[in-house]
């Protein structure tokens, strides 16, 4: 089977890891600091936190720009799960807006129609490597003084009129997970240009203890630290993430090569201006292929391939969300979650293995 995900690792993150070990400085340490000012530098932004998973990165970073319970928080029906819970974790209400047809990213448009009194904050995310429109939402967040916060858990390296992924937003949140695009496993990672929010990250970070003095205790936080042993991985991973980047749109460009000719089938778009870093190469099965999303699905498994719908559902349906569910209709994210599919794009493909995908789906 062709695996949709297995993580680039080599001899150089197990012996970074390893050196780590035998160190016995396994907890929060040098190895930490080390990566969150590698993260910043690549990102090119003035800090980066080191946290202990993405789910946890997006939470701090909304206490840190102070969401508060009641208040409500923007974002998109076609994400992970984490996305909206991170927002009710920070007590506030996460409000769906639709997507936009073509980037599958939260649509502007719709943004502006769900603003209140109570609307604090737009969580975009940057959907399979591909950053949201953040010039548009710009606008809106400062005509209505909204927050806009970046959940780039997919998105690490993408672009966007010349500047990261992580330098896109008030504050930007990444997951360092096993399946994204550099990974330590487990972990996560904030960035921000905003010493203000940074420090207030660092304290949530830490049971909301100084830095500086012992059980001084200035906020409610959490323990949300990263692991030494972990960012020692991480330091690896980052010197390899334009590699693994550039693979991964290598592979991409000879997917939708193909694809594109292919009728029924819609390819990834990339709006002028922005990057994309394919953490999933995600094509559409529309009603005028030959065969339905899951038939495909079925052919693929069969010739050893593996797949995955992201995501088979919108947000919204699920019982602790529907909340969030205030347009009269989302047509496109209904559309979306009944003909994604996303393919094989992992840096480390083979060849063989590349072309054995292209010719698999020419042929059905
Ligand atoms: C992976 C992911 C997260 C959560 O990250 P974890 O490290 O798994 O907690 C949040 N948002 C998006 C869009 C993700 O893909």
Same mark, same amino acid.
């Given at each position: 089977?062709?695996?949709?995900?297995?993580?680039?690792?080599? +001899?150089?993150?197990?012996?970074?890891?390893?050196?780590?070990?035998?160190?016995?400085?396994?907890?929060?340490?040098?190895?930490?600091?080390?990566?969150?000012? &590698?993260?910043?530098?690549?990102?090119?932004?003035?800090?980066? =936190?080191?946290?202990?998973? @993405?789910?946890?990165?997006?939470?701090?970073?909304?206490?840190? #720009? @102070?969401?508060?319970? @009641?208040?409500?928080?923007?974002?998109?029906?076609?994400?992970?799960?984490?996305?909206?819970?991170?927002? #009710?974790?920070? +007590?506030?209400?996460?409000?769906?807006?639709?997507? &936009?047809?073509?980037?599958?990213?939260?649509?502007?448009?719709?943004?502006?129609?769900?603003?209140?009194?109570?609307?604090?904050?737009?969580?975009?995310? %940057?959907?399979?490597?591909?950053?949201?429109?953040?010039?548009?939402?710009? =606008? =809106?967040?400062?005509?209505?003084?909204?927050?806009?916060?970046?959940?780039?858990?997919? !998105?690490?390296?993408?672009?966007?009129?010349?500047?990261?992924? +992580?330098?896109?937003?008030?504050?930007?949140?990444?997951?360092?997970?096993?399946?994204? %695009?550099?990974?330590?496993?487990?972990?996560?990672?904030?960035?921000?240009?905003?010493?203000?929010?940074?420090?207030?990250?660092?304290?949530?970070?830490?049971?909301?203890? !100084?830095?500086?003095?012992?059980? &001084?205790?200035?906020?409610?936080?959490?323990?949300?630290?990263?692991? &030494?042993?972990?960012?020692?991985?991480?330091?690896?991973?980052?010197?390899?993430?334009?590699?693994?980047?550039?693979?991964?749109?290598?592979?991409?460009?000879?997917?939708?090569?193909?694809?594109?000719?292919?009728?029924?089938?819609?390819?990834?778009?990339?709006?002028?201006?922005?990057?994309?870093?394919?953490?999933?190469?995600?094509?559409?099965?529309?009603?005028?292929?030959?065969?339905?999303?899951?038939?495909?699905?079925?052919?693929? =498994?069969?010739?050893?391939?593996?797949?995955?719908?992201?995501?088979?559902?919108?947000?919204?349906?699920?019982?602790?969300?529907?909340? @969030?569910?205030?347009?009269?209709?989302?047509?496109?994210?209904?559309?979306?979650?009944? !003909?994604?599919?996303?393919?094989?794009?992992?840096?480390?493909?083979?060849?063989?293995?590349?072309?054995?995908?292209? %010719?698999?789906?020419?042929?059905?």
């Amino acid at each position: 089977m062709i695996s949709l995900v297995k993580p680039s690792v080599s +001899g150089k993150e197990a012996k970074a890891a390893s050196h780590v070990i035998l160190s016995g400085q396994l907890a929060q340490g040098e190895k930490v600091l080390m990566l969150e000012k &590698d993260f910043a530098k690549y990102c090119g932004v003035k800090y980066a =936190i080191a946290i202990n998973n @993405g789910t946890a990165a997006v939470h701090t970073a909304l206490l840190a #720009i @102070g969401i508060a319970p @009641g208040d409500e928080v923007i974002t998109s029906p076609l994400t992970f799960v984490a996305t909206a819970n991170s927002i #009710i974790m920070a +007590g506030a209400n996460p409000i769906f807006a639709d997507i &936009d047809s073509r980037t599958y990213n939260i649509d502007p448009k719709t943004v502006e129609k769900l603003i209140t009194k109570k609307t604090k904050a737009i969580l975009a995310v %940057n959907l399979y490597g591909l950053p949201a429109d953040y010039s548009k939402l710009k =606008i =809106i967040a400062k005509r209505h003084n909204l927050l806009l916060i970046e959940d780039a858990a997919q !998105s690490v390296g993408a672009t966007y009129k010349k500047k990261s992924s +992580g330098n896109l937003a008030d504050i930007s949140c990444f997951s360092l997970y096993a399946t994204k %695009n550099l990974m330590t496993g487990e972990g996560g990672m904030i960035t921000t240009n905003n010493s203000n929010y940074a420090g207030i990250c660092r304290l949530i970070r830490n049971h909301g203890q !100084s830095e500086t003095k012992k059980y &001084d205790y200035k906020l409610l936080g959490y323990n949300y630290r990263m692991s &030494d042993v972990l960012a020692a991985i991480g330091i690896e991973q980052l010197k390899k993430i334009k590699t693994f980047n550039k693979k991964r749109q290598q592979n991409a460009a000879k997917y939708t090569n193909t694809f594109s000719k292919i009728n029924g089938l819609i390819t990834p778009f990339v709006p002028p201006g922005s990057t994309h870093v394919y953490h999933q190469y995600t094509i559409l099965v529309t009603p005028s292929y030959h065969l339905t999303r899951n038939q495909l699905q079925q052919f693929l =498994i069969k010739k050893g391939i593996q797949s995955t719908v992201y995501y088979p559902y919108p947000l919204y349906v699920s019982p602790h969300l529907k909340k @969030g569910k205030r347009l009269a209709n989302y047509p496109v994210t209904e559309q979306v979650t009944k !003909s994604c599919l996303s393919i094989p794009i992992r840096p480390n493909l083979n060849n063989d293995e590349l072309n054995y995908i292209i %010719n698999a789906i020419q042929s059905t």
